[in-house]
């Protein structure tokens, strides 16, 4: 049988690395493919080759059995290639119908076009309607109709960039049954993915990428996600280990009690009565998909938004809702925050003065002044503690790869010896291996008797190191559950706001 | 083939001290140009513009004097500047300096004492305060945009300054002239070397030129100030206000501008008049960023400005040709100092083109 796509000795070479060394990959008709890799492997690079969008440095791409140049994406749409973005591009005041007729080639009748995504929808089931505004509709429903788009346009291979990290698992499942249909029609799938479970559920081949080469092709079904990391680590996988059977005291460190905040810009989230307790030695998980108010939740904690009373934040017995970042940090407050390069430190600065930009309150500074000896020897101590891998501390902080500077984040945070420490999606975008380190500091800080409250869109993460996870939907918070007694599916349905039942119960 | 900018992997340092030099030479080469469309002899004018006021004991202390208001407004902009404050009014912060230190002077006039040279300092550097001031409460309370509140204020300063010179301070002596009585002699900075105007205010420059690089390099404020200006979420994150952040740099900058306006009145003109500068409040902009808003190189870029002010005034007087030659080349110098910062993040590359693709 001829490969629907074939690429052959693709290399892509960008200023100080090569993003594509060689690489080989084909994708069978109406085959699921999965492409598999750390951050930084060379994923995306070779998936904009193929959509047009970056221009190969050399390599030959085969389309159907003849060779092809793809100019842009104009031509890969036209020789039948579709691709939904991790990021949408859908215009908010449109309506579904609308946003898809603008997706494709002029000189079409939108009333047909209407008819023909009605069935397109109820045949792949993807329930979607088209004349609802895209404003009103859910992610999991506005990636439905990035589908749609790409369907209607009968496309012989589609390329799905990262598509879960936005949904619930019921949805995650649904999108699955839409793909398995489509694979049997003969549309070729090439999945992107670095969640190894679903690529062992989903994919009937693996193509494995490390810095830039293909590193291994394998059957999913034939591995173990264990084996799937090392491929893709090119290394045994590192273990956390978890200091069993602790005993949880009820020790209130960090109260939140019936925040509620408004948003503050028109596509924020209201956070409406939000209650947590996080006890001494605790690790509580927060679970949800992105976008239901977890940024406005831990801007809030972290004091860069203030509460509208002082007494709807405790801190270790303490009304902070009207302090800031600084007085709460004073009182034992430390925080990794969601973006590292501009928020959690200064791109331009060296380490040396990241290190002073949020540990500055015991002793490192003198009458006004910085001691700069002190805070050099602390972020000699981070980068040494924490395997930060880099030239040294004057090194600036973009200069280092996610990976590492994520560690140097989460040291600087740890190393101050928090009595709460609070981290939003700690190992988003980090490799494995760094992902693993930083997950065991956090058991580690734990294990001291601080609180840890990790916000996280990974449940197999939130899984392994909490004691209790709870879900955020729409700005609200379900009750926190011990990890032992919950599920996937349970907590995947509060993702989608069902949680009222189980709070009267909780209370009950 | 084809010339291509691509992004450098971390700032380059070198090019950090190059751009400047630069700059400067490309200035040259266009003002070779343009002399040369002017129809005078290049070289001779460019002589006259550089070289030839560097020639006398006289007007080197000449640079000096004009260097010294442009490195302390320069100081203070550069600390707002770093941290994302940009104060434009310069220029009339250190008006309202001239007018506080030298109303001080007009009050206490034959009663004066040694008292009065600190005093006076102080009540200018309080009068650019105050009215930097201005800008930084309207900013931090109603959000208004201080480059343009700065810059209004700068014409109202001149405005007043006018009217006390012509009305209620005009000197009684003066045959009706729009300008003060002389300072008495307290009021006035001692000249430092016989047989030129250079006068003590060189030392407040350079001890503000202390201060400010103290504060930049070492205090913990300075670095609040610039991470404000390079990362605003970081500052956010670390909790530092942006209000105080506005309000430190604004602060600073009216003070040193407001102490500029003080040393020119007590040191070069020893009164009021209706104009005390030459724009200084404006150039010292170019001049921060030539220097890459570091203290030492806002040293050396105030008096290469200081030289094109006096290279203006030798050009005019030797080769007739207008003075506004000086604002051509302070322009064509903050044009190249921009233009070749992009050097700093970027390096240029030849490509060799080995494939030409149809559009």
């Known amino acids: 049988m001829t490969p629907q796509l074939d690429l052959r000795e693709i290399t892509k070479r960008y200023p100080g690395c090569l993003a594509n060394d060689r690489v080989g990959l084909t994708v069978m008709p109406g085959e699921i493919h999965a492409l598999l890799g750390e951050n930084g492997a060379g994923k995306s690079t070779l998936v904009k080759i193929i959509y047009g969008v970056v221009k190969p440095d050399a390599g030959e791409i085969w389309w159907n059995g003849s060779q092809v140049d793809i100019a842009n994406p104009n031509a890969a749409r036209a020789l039948g290639i ?8 859908l215009f908010e005041s449109l309506t579904v119908a609308e946003n898809i007729s603008l997706g494709i080639d002029p000189g079409h009748d939108l009333a047909k076009l209407t008819n023909e995504i009605g069935e397109i929808s109820e045949r792949y089931g993807l329930p979607i309607n088209p004349h609802q505004h895209i404003h009103t509709l859910s992610v999991g429903e506005r990636q439905r109709v990035e589908i749609i788009r790409c369907l209607v346009q009968n496309p012989r291979l589609l390329i799905m960039d990262e598509p879960t990290s936005v949904l619930t698992p019921q949805e995650v499942e649904k999108l699955f049954e839409t793909l398995r249909r489509l694979a049997s029609e003969g549309c070729s799938i090439l999945y992107i993915s670095h969640k ?62 019936g925040l ?17 307790t996080l006890n001494r030695g605790e690790v509580v998980g927060l679970a949800g998909v992105a976008g239901n108010g977890q940024k406005e939740l831990l801007a809030a904690i972290n004091g860069e938004r203030l509460a509208p009373d002082k007494a709807m934040l405790r801190l270790d017995g303490r009304d902070v809702g009207r302090d800031g970042p600084e007085e709460r940090r004073v009182q034992g407050l430390a925080f990794v925050p969601e973006e590292r390069l501009g928020r959690g430190s200064v791109p331009e600065m060296s380490l040396t003065a990241n290190t002073l930009l949020t540990w500055h309150h015991k002793g490192q500074v003198k009458r006004g002044f910085v001691d700069l000896a002190e805070v050099s020897a602390q972020a000699i101590t981070i ?20 990976g590492n500077l994520q560690k140097f984040i989460v040291g600087r945070e740890i190393l101050q010896e928090p009595e709460v420490l609070i981290l939003g999606y700690p190992t988003w975008g980090v490799d494995v291996g760094a992902a693993a380190a930083i997950r065991q500091a956090i058991l ?65 | ?121 102080l009540a200018g550097a309080l009068g650019g305060m105050a009215w930097a001031a201005i800008p930084a409460f309207l900013r931090t309370r109603f959000n208004a945009n201080e480059i343009l509140v700065s810059l209004m204020l700068t014409y109202v300063a001149v405005q007043i300054l006018g009217h006390l010179v012509h009305g209620p301070w005009r000197s009684p002596e003066g045959f009706n002239f729009p300008e003060t009585r002389t300072f008495g002699d307290w009021g006035q900075l001692p000249i430092l070397v016989e047989g030129t105007r250079l006068h003590a205010g060189v030392f407040v420059a350079l001890l503000v030129f202390l201060a400010v690089w103290l504060f930049l390099s070492r205090s913990f404020q300075g670095f609040k100030v610039t991470v404000a200006g390079q990362a605003p979420a970081a500052a956010a994150y670390a909790g530092f206000s942006n209000k105080s ?10 003070a040193t501008a407001g102490l500029a306006g003080t040393v020119e009145v007590m040191g070069t003109i020893q009164q009021l008049q209706p104009v005390i500068s030459p724009g200084y409040g404006f150039a010292a902009i170019i001049v921060a960023f030539l220097g890459r808003l570091h203290p030492v190189g806002v040293v050396l870029a105030s008096l290469l400005m200081s030289l094109m002010y006096l290279g203006g005034e030798s050009l005019q007087m030797s080769m007739n040709l207008p003075l506004a030659v000086t604002g051509v080349f302070q322009g064509l110098l903050l044009f190249f100092v921009l233009g070749s910062d992009v050097l700093v993040r970027y390096r240029i590359r030849l490509v060799r083109t080995h494939q030409t693709e149809p559009a």
């Not at chain 1, 691709?83 to 591009?89: A, E, L, P, R, S």
């Not at chain 1, 293909?214 to 059957?219: D, G, I, L, P, Q």
């Not at chain 2, 640079?63 to 994302?84: D, Y």
């Open chain 1, 82 to 89: 579709g691709m939904v973005f991790q990021h949408f591009n």
């Open chain 2, 1 to 121: 083939m084809q010339l291509r900018l691509e992004q450098r992997q971390s700032t380059s340092r070198a090019m950090q001290y190059a751009t400047p030099v630069i700059a400067a030479g490309l200035t040259m080469i266009a003002g070779i140009a343009l002399f040369g469309v002017l129809g005078t002899d290049p070289f001779l004018a460019l002589y006259t513009f550089f070289i030839q006021p560097l020639t006398s004991l006289y007007s080197i202390g000449e640079l000096l004097i004009k260097a010294t208001p442009l490195l302390l407004c320069a100081l203070g902009l550069s600390v707002g500047f770093k941290g994302n404050v940009w104060n434009i009014g310069a220029e009339g912060q250190l008006t309202m300096g001239a007018i506080a230190s030298g109303g001080l002077a007009l009050a206490v006039y034959a009663q004066d004492g040694p008292w009065l040279l600190p005093l006076m300092l």
């Open chain 1, 260 to 276: 509620d905040l408004p948003a503050a810009d028109p596509l924020g989230t209201h956070l409406q009565n939000v209650t947590l």
């Open chain 2, 245 to 254: 952040v506005v309000w430190v740099s604004l602060m600073i900058s009216g």
């Open chain 1, 383 to 402: 980068r040494e503690m924490f395997d930060v891998r880099c030239p040294g501390v004057e090194a600036e902080a973009k200069s280092l790869s996610g």
């Open chain 1, 444 to 508: 580690n800080l734990s294990a001291t008797g601080a609180g840890v409250l990790i916000v996280s869109e990974d449940l197999d993460e939130l899984f392994e190191i909490c004691d209790r996870i709870a879900v955020i939907a729409e700005g609200r918070l379900s009750p926190a559950r011990r990890t032992g007694n919950t599920s996937i599916e349970e907590l995947g349905l509060w993702m989608s706001g069902q949680f009222e039942a189980a709070e009267v119960s909780d209370a009950a």
């Open chain 1, 196 to 257: 190894l479970d679903e690529i062992k559920a989903l994919c009937d081949t693996a193509t494995v990428l490390r810095l830039g080469k293909v590193t291994a092709r394998c059957s999913p079904a034939d591995e173990t996600p264990k084996s799937l990391a090392e491929m893709m680590i090119g290394s045994a996988l590192p273990v956390t280990k978890k200091s069993t059977n602790r005993e949880l005291t009820e020790e209130p460190l960090l109260e939140l009690r």
